[in-house]
C-alpha cells in the first residue's frame, strides 16, 4: 500500500472538503451502504449554464466512503452535469489510490452510486453496484 495515498484517504476523511448542505441544490440524493453502514448524502447546484457551481455532502461512515465522497466533490466542481455523469468507478478508485478489496468496494463507490444516482434521478432499484456499466 503506497504511503501518499494512504496518507491523502486519512486527509480526505478527517478533513472533508466540501461538506454540508446547499440552500437551493438542484440534485440532492441520499443512499446507504448497510454492509458497513455507510451513509452519503450529495447535493448539487447546476446553474444556468450546466455546470455544477455548487457541490456539498454530509454523511458518516468509513474513512474509504467518506475520502471517496470528499474526493468527488472536489472533481465536480465546475464540470456540467454530462461531464459528471461520465466520471467512472475507474476514476474514483484513481484518485483512491489504493488496492480495494471486494469488501471494500461498495465503501469505495458508495459516492459514485450517489452521484449517478442522484444526478440521473434513477431510484435504489434501477441502481445496481454490481453492473459494471456505469
Ligand atoms: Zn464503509
Not at 472533508?16 to 446507504?32: A, C, F, K, V, Y
Amino acid at each position: 500500500m503506497d504511503d501518499f495515498y494512504k496518507e491523502n484517504i486519512l486527509d480526505h476523511y478527517r478533513n472533508p472538503r466540501n461538506t454540508g448542505s446547499l440552500d437551493n441544490p438542484t440534485h440532492s440524493h441520499e443512499e446507504n451502504n448497510p454492509l458497513c453502514g455507510d451513509v452519503l448524502r450529495l447535493e448539487l447546484h447546476v446553474n444556468d449554464n450546466n455546470i455544477i457551481d455548487e457541490v456539498a455532502f454530509s454523511g458518516r461512515g468509513c474513512a474509504i466512503s467518506q475520502a471517496s465522497a470528499s474526493m468527488l466533490t472536489e472533481m465536480l466542481q465546475g464540470k456540467t452535469l454530462e461531464e459528471a455523469k461520465a466520471i467512472s468507478k475507474e476514476d474514483i478508485l484513481d484518485a483512491l489510490g489504493i488496492e480495494i478489496g471486494p469488501v471494500r468496494m461498495k465503501c469505495a463507490l458508495l459516492s459514485l452510486k450517489v452521484l449517478k444516482a442522484g444526478a440521473y434521478g434513477l431510484s435504489e432499484e434501477d441502481w445496481n453496484t454490481d453492473d459494471d456499466n456505469w
